[in-house]
């Protein structure tokens, strides 16, 4: 059990070395704790022998290990009053009647990570889980036309295709075969079913065929392969001095890209609980700087996981907060 100073000082090193990126000296915390320096020391000495804190190589000062870290989060995070300025640009996305829900999340999730340089995820109801409702076409111009697809949860994705020399009224055809024939399959299911009941006979209605089966074809392949993971902000691991080293991003973005990883680390669940988790570290299973802090939501249609990613010296209280309103909102 820690010492009312020693809890006073490891959180005033955390809190620091979240804001600053750099080992906290003994001065800087006299200043803070009107202690003497002498008291200081012996105290970052014991925390640092208990396993709390670590002394880098370049500096006399000390940051949090990953120990330190689990006992800041669990005994003296001050969580406070979410700020006034993230909650009301998520209020503002929460309360336009025009976006669905899926649209809702990525929008709130690409707030949160432009506000905190953080790298949010968001994992939806599997493929299986969403039905094919309708599909639908809008021409760009005279060689591009946007696919959209939507399904029975309320998820709605479009993709730019590029046609050479096809006639639109071919493209809509098309359309109109798919939404009569496959309706009501699972996402996952429908480029097997375009295999086997459209592509057989689609020749016998649409005379450019082959070009336009092929575009529709990738379309579902990649909503199948990308429904229900995304990923915003990846590039926010740049920002962050822990992340320097060329070796180290490789090995973040490798494991970001890998759907099956990121599936794994937020379907991971320590007490099967929707309630906000913190995965700190070697724990994240991404690397050993890194902290997953994730939620998960469930609506009468819907459910699924999001989860914000960034180093082990993250603003906690900020994060927390922040996926707690976003969940309240997604489940109301």
């Given at each position: 059990?820690l010492?009312?100073?020693?809890?006073?000082?490891?959180k005033?090193?955390v809190?620091?070395?979240?804001?600053?990126?750099?080992?906290?000296?003994?001065?800087?915390?006299c200043?803070?704790?009107?202690?003497?320096?002498?008291?200081?020391?012996?105290?970052?000495?014991s925390l640092?022998d208990?396993?709390?804190?670590?002394?880098t190589?370049?500096?006399?000062?000390?940051?949090?290990?990953e120990?330190?870290?689990?006992?800041?989060?669990?005994?003296?995070?001050?969580?406070?009053?979410?700020?006034?300025a993230?909650?009301?640009?998520l209020?503002?996305?929460?309360?336009n009647?025009?976006?669905?829900?899926?649209?809702?999340i990525?929008?709130?999730?690409?707030?949160?990570?432009d506000?905190?340089?953080?790298?949010?995820?968001?994992?939806?109801?599997?493929?299986?889980?969403?039905?094919?409702?309708k599909?639908?076409?809008?021409p760009?111009?005279?060689?591009?036309?946007?696919?959209?697809?939507?399904?029975d949860?309320?998820?709605?994705?479009?993709?730019?295709?590029?046609?050479?020399?096809?006639?639109?009224d071919?493209?809509?055809?098309?359309?109109?075969?798919?939404?009569?024939?496959?309706?009501g399959?699972?996402?996952?299911?429908?480029?097997?079913?375009?295999?086997?009941?459209?592509?057989?006979?689609?020749?016998?209605?649409?005379?450019q065929?082959?070009?336009?089966?092929?575009?529709?074809?990738?379309?579902?392949?990649?909503?199948?392969?990308?429904?229900?993971?995304?990923?915003?902000?990846?590039?926010?691991?740049?920002?962050?001095?822990?992340?320097?080293?060329v070796?180290?991003?490789?090995?973040?973005?490798?494991?970001l890209?890998?759907?099956?990883?990121?599936?794994?680390i937020?379907?991971?669940?320590?007490?099967?609980s929707?309630?906000?988790?913190?995965?700190?570290?070697?724990?994240?299973?991404?690397d050993?700087?890194?902290?997953?802090i994730?939620?998960?939501?469930?609506?009468?249609?819907?459910?699924?996981?999001?989860?914000?990613?960034?180093?082990?010296?993250?603003?906690?209280d900020?994060?927390?907060?922040?996926?707690?309103?976003?969940?309240?909102?997604?489940?109301?």
């Open positions: 059990m010492t009312k100073r020693e809890n006073n000082i490891l005033l090193i809190d620091e070395y979240i804001h600053l990126a750099k080992p906290v000296s003994s001065k800087l915390l200043k803070k704790l009107k202690c003497s320096s002498a008291t200081i020391r012996n105290d970052m000495k640092e208990m396993g709390f804190l670590e002394k190589h370049t500096s006399s000062g000390r940051i949090p290990s120990t330190g870290y689990r006992y800041y989060v669990e005994n003296l995070l001050d969580r406070g009053k979410m700020k006034n993230d909650m009301k640009r209020e503002i996305i929460f309360s009647q025009q976006l669905a829900l899926s649209d809702c990525s929008k709130s999730l690409q707030v949160v990570s506000m905190t340089s953080y790298t949010s995820i968001v994992l939806g109801s599997s493929s299986h889980e969403n039905l094919l409702k599909i639908e076409v809008v760009i111009n005279e060689t591009e036309i946007t696919v959209i697809v939507v399904t949860k309320g998820h709605v994705k479009h993709k730019v295709v590029k046609l050479e020399d096809v006639d639109l071919e493209v809509k055809k098309t359309v109109d075969l798919i939404n009569n024939l496959i309706i399959t699972p996402i996952d299911e429908v480029s097997i079913k375009l295999e086997y009941d459209i592509k057989p006979i689609i020749g016998k209605y649409v005379n065929h082959e070009q336009i089966y092929n575009a529709f074809y990738h379309v579902f392949t990649d909503f199948t392969e990308n429904n229900n993971v995304n990923i915003v902000g990846k590039n926010k691991f740049l920002e962050q001095p822990e992340f320097s080293n070796e180290k991003i490789k090995g973040i973005y490798n494991k890209d890998n759907n099956d990883i990121l599936r794994k937020t379907s991971t669940s320590k007490n099967n929707s309630d906000i988790e913190i995965y700190i570290g070697e724990e994240s299973q991404i050993e700087d890194v902290t997953i994730k939620t998960s939501y469930k609506t009468k249609t819907d459910k699924g996981t999001i989860a914000i990613v960034g180093p082990k010296r993250m603003e906690y900020r994060v927390i907060n922040m996926l707690e309103f976003i969940k309240e909102n997604i489940e109301r």
